[in-house]
């Protein structure tokens, strides 16, 4: 099972950008799948979560500008960020539970400019 993160890139404070995340592989079930970040000198944090009965939780500083959203056909989760800040630099890597296991993919960088 592999998952692969694409869409990062620069962008300007006030902009937008979004993520994908694709699993592959023999996958027989896909539960939660989601997207943390980690920053330069400080620890990887949530960012969203998309449940596999649709529901979705967000980190608090993403509330109102994120949105996390999955195509289970494609096994697929996005994460569509608006109004980015210079905060929200970071990597990017999607996570999914598949096979009952957690997979991570390689990660995808963000840079926001003031």
């Known amino acids: 099972v592999q998952l692969q993160a694409s869409g990062g890139g620069l962008v300007q404070a006030g902009g937008s950008l979004r993520l994908s995340c694709a699993a592959s592989?023999?996958?027989?079930?896909?539960?939660?799948m989601g997207w943390h970040r980690q920053a330069l000198g400080k620890q990887r944090e949530l960012v969203a979560t998309?449940?596999?009965?649709?529901?979705?939780d967000y980190a608090d500083s993403v509330k109102g500008r994120f949105t996390i959203s999955r195509d289970t056909a494609k096994n697929t989760v996005y994460l569509q960020m608006n109004s980015l800040k210079p905060d929200d630099t970071a990597i990017y890597y999607c996570n999914g539970l598949v096979n009952r296991n957690r997979h991570w993919g390689q990660g995808t960088l963000v840079t926001v400019s003031s």
């Open positions: 998309i449940l596999g009965g649709g529901g979705t």
């Open positions: 592989g023999n996958i027989f079930s896909i539960n939660d």
